[in-house]
């Protein structure tokens, strides 16, 4: 069997009877605005294996890890696998687009694919769907978890279930927080640190469950090559650590069962050690400045064309934001009541200056120009994004993880109801949200004894859903399992976040604290 990396959360497996890669992300121009670049750059290795390839499995939507151009450079008789995370929307698109046939499976499904067994073990959970990507051969078991935060349940499913002998699974960030935020370089210093540790501890953790003998840190990081972003790679609160970051921080942890691999790399070779060892010598890691430099003079010309591409309108947008919020917000009286509040559009381009409010507690009147108004958030971005997000052309998710945008929070906590309601903007999500967001939320709890009381405790993190009773305690507070964000044991607050959990006293459950 041929196991090959080809950069980012790409994965390649040939073996006699199939070729199959995952996540296929080779694009000159990068991904979100053109802000995101592989790191290192993947885009000379060999694609001869591209003639002969049977499936492409895809574990979701994001644009580096579904790039549509390659895809389509494709022979029709690929076929494409994706996840089915219960709605249409991924395969919609793709079959818009494509002519080849497109597979849709269901979580824990296993289909075979020659001599390959594939499982994609989904998670559905809404604003956060993601797939780990599972192949059983004839050399052994290949998983790709790629982005995917494993909850318990999922983890324990493939420790039973699989044996796992190359795992492949993220480790670095793909988060604009606390970047875009005016904080003094050393808070965000103590923000990022305490993101990076917990997310390379999560990697830590994952290969000690799932004991796989051979563990590869991947999809991610990006780097920025644009000259105003290029700093993002480097900084010191920077949330894209490298794999040499992770290789070193997990051997001071004493976590030695870690290769590092450059994209064109076998991961199934005799002497892996050796290639690691050698890897980490090389440039784009022991000169990350010279290496980055280069790069972008190799991408100079796709960086002119994305500068290039869209110029800043010189009319008010107030019409066009009208017709993209007003709907939205009268929609759904679930998002009105959970936002309750204003969020400020600061556009900037082309000499004008437009502040237009959007207010979550008016179902009627909600889009209007600024005047003194209380805000809890403000953002600020050239006119011309705001343009593309009002036609339909650009989602809100995608302008964010570009980084071309500066936020401010008032207070500064995080809304997670406002991100949802942004990323989705769409009444038909909203309605599938709120479903789900009530299912969890409903009768679940579990016990929690604490200083010889007794509390009986909301089980699903009102975040994304993470299993509480799960959760690490500290202190007065607790954290979830999931993305570690904490809540007070006092009286259910969320720690720099507006949601809350529900905590009471057993048998003294009129008095909720
Ligand atoms: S689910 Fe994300 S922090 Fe709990």
Same mark, same amino acid.
């Given at each position: 069997?041929?196991?090959?990396?080809?950069?980012?959360?790409?994965?390649?497996?040939?073996?006699?009877?199939?070729?199959?890669?995952?996540?296929?992300?080779?694009?000159?121009?990068?991904?979100?605005?053109?802000?995101?670049?592989?790191?290192?750059?993947?885009?000379?290795?060999?694609?001869?294996?591209?003639?002969?390839?049977?499936?492409?499995?895809?574990?979701?939507?994001?644009?580096?890890?579904?790039?549509?151009?390659?895809?389509?450079?494709?022979?029709?008789?690929?076929?494409?696998?994706?996840?089915?995370?219960?709605?249409?929307?991924?395969?919609?698109?793709?079959?818009?687009?494509?002519?080849?046939?497109?597979?849709?499976?269901?979580?824990?499904?296993?289909?075979?694919?020659?001599?390959?067994?594939?499982?994609?073990?989904?998670?559905?959970?809404?604003?956060?769907?993601?797939?780990?990507?599972?192949?059983?051969?004839?050399?052994?078991?290949?998983?790709?978890?790629?982005?995917?935060?494993?909850?318990?349940?999922?983890?324990?499913?493939?420790?039973?279930?699989?044996?796992?002998?190359?795992?492949?699974?993220?480790?670095?960030?793909?988060?604009?927080?606390?970047?875009?935020?005016?904080?003094?370089?050393?808070?965000?210093?103590?923000?990022?640190?305490?993101?990076?540790?917990?997310?390379?501890?999560?990697?830590?953790?994952?290969?000690?469950?799932?004991?796989?003998?051979?563990?590869?840190?991947?999809?991610?990081?990006?780097?920025?090559?644009?000259?105003?972003?290029?700093?993002?790679?480097?900084?010191?609160?920077?949330?894209?650590?490298?794999?040499?970051?992770?290789?070193?921080?997990?051997?001071?942890?004493?976590?030695?069962?870690?290769?590092?691999?450059?994209?064109?790399?076998?991961?199934? &070779?005799? /002497?892996?050690?050796? @290639?690691? #060892?050698?890897?980490?010598? =090389? %440039?784009? *890691?022991?000169?990350?400045?010279?290496?980055?430099?280069?790069?972008?003079?190799?991408?100079?010309?796709?960086?002119?064309?994305?500068?290039?591409?869209?110029?800043?309108?010189?009319?008010?947008?107030?019409?066009?934001?009208?017709?993209?919020?007003?709907?939205?917000?009268?929609?759904?009286?679930?998002?009105?009541?959970?936002?309750?509040?204003?969020?400020?559009?600061?556009?900037?381009?082309?000499?004008?200056?437009?502040?237009?409010?959007?207010?979550?507690?008016?179902?009627?009147?909600?889009?209007?120009?600024?005047?003194?108004?209380?805000?809890?958030?403000?953002?600020?971005?050239?006119?011309?994004?705001?343009?593309? &997000?009002? /036609?339909?052309?650009? @989602?809100? #998710?995608?302008?964010?993880? =570009? %980084?071309? *945008?500066?936020?401010?929070?008032?207070?500064?906590?995080?809304?997670?109801?406002?991100?949802?309601?942004?990323?989705?903007?769409?009444?038909?999500?909203?309605?599938?949200?709120?479903?789900?967001?009530?299912?969890?939320?409903?009768?679940?709890?579990?016990?929690?004894?604490?200083?010889?009381?007794?509390?009986?405790?909301?089980?699903?993190?009102?975040?994304?859903?993470?299993?509480?009773?799960?959760?690490?305690?500290?202190?007065?507070?607790?954290?979830?399992?999931?993305?570690?964000?904490?809540?007070?044991?006092?009286?259910?607050?969320?720690?720099?976040?507006?949601?809350?959990?529900?905590?009471?006293?057993?048998?003294?459950?009129?008095?909720?604290?």
């Amino acid at each position: 069997m041929e196991l090959k990396f080809f950069g980012h959360a790409s994965v390649y497996i040939k073996t006699d009877k199939v070729s199959i890669v995952t996540d296929p992300w080779f694009s000159k121009k990068g991904a979100f605005l053109g802000s995101w670049y592989q790191f290192p750059d993947n885009t000379e290795i060999d694609f001869s294996w591209t003639k002969d390839l049977d499936y492409v499995c895809l574990s979701h939507e994001h644009e580096d890890h579904y790039d549509i151009e390659f895809l389509k450079s494709l022979n029709k008789d690929v076929k494409i696998i994706i996840p089915n995370y219960g709605d249409d929307l991924l395969y919609d698109e793709i079959s818009k687009i494509l002519d080849n046939e497109i597979i849709q499976l269901n979580t824990r499904e296993k289909i075979q694919l020659g001599d390959v067994t594939f499982c994609a073990v989904i998670q559905s959970i809404p604003g956060w769907d993601d797939a780990a990507l599972i192949f059983e051969t004839p050399q052994g078991v290949v998983a790709n978890i790629n982005d995917m935060k494993l909850t318990d349940v999922d983890l324990t499913f493939i420790k039973d279930n699989f044996r796992i002998k190359y795992l492949f699974k993220q480790f670095s960030g793909a988060s604009w927080y606390p970047m875009v935020y005016p904080y003094s370089d050393e808070e965000k210093d103590t923000i990022s640190k305490k993101s990076v540790i917990n997310k390379f501890n999560t990697f830590i953790n994952v290969c000690n469950d799932l004991e796989a003998e051979y563990n590869f840190p991947t999809a991610g990081p990006p780097c920025f090559l644009d000259d105003d972003l290029i700093y993002l790679n480097t900084v010191s609160y920077s949330r894209f650590p490298d794999q040499s970051d992770f290789y070193y921080y997990s051997t001071e942890k004493n976590f030695k069962n870690i290769d590092i691999l450059l994209p064109g790399d076998s991961a199934n &070779i005799a /002497d892996i050690a050796i @290639q690691t #060892e050698n890897n980490l010598k =090389s %440039l784009c *890691f022991t000169d990350k400045k010279k290496y980055l430099n280069q790069y972008k003079l190799k991408r100079v010309k796709e960086i002119d064309d994305h500068k290039n591409k869209f110029t800043n309108p010189n009319y008010s947008l107030i019409e066009k934001c009208k017709n993209h919020f007003e709907p939205l917000i009268k929609s759904s009286r679930f998002f009105r009541k959970q936002i309750d509040s204003k969020i400020l559009l600061n556009l900037i381009g082309n000499g004008i200056n437009e502040k237009i409010v959007v207010d979550f507690t008016d179902a009627n009147n909600c889009v209007y120009h600024y005047n003194e108004d209380e805000i809890i958030y403000t953002f600020n971005f050239e006119a011309k994004y705001a343009e593309l &997000i009002f /036609d339909g052309k650009l @989602q809100w #998710e995608e302008l964010f993880l =570009s %980084l071309k *945008f500066s936020a401010s929070r008032s207070p500064d906590v995080h809304n997670e109801f406002l991100m949802i309601f942004l990323k989705y903007a769409d009444i038909k999500s909203f309605k599938n949200y709120q479903k789900f967001y009530n299912s969890k939320m409903r009768n679940d709890t579990f016990e929690l004894t604490r200083n010889g009381e007794v509390y009986e405790v909301q089980k699903y993190c009102p975040h994304a859903f993470g299993d509480m009773s799960k959760g690490v305690i500290d202190g007065d507070y607790i954290y979830c399992p999931l993305h570690n964000w904490c809540f007070s044991l006092i009286d259910g607050k969320g720690k720099d976040n507006v949601l809350k959990l529900k905590i009471s006293k057993k048998n003294d459950n009129e008095k909720k604290i």
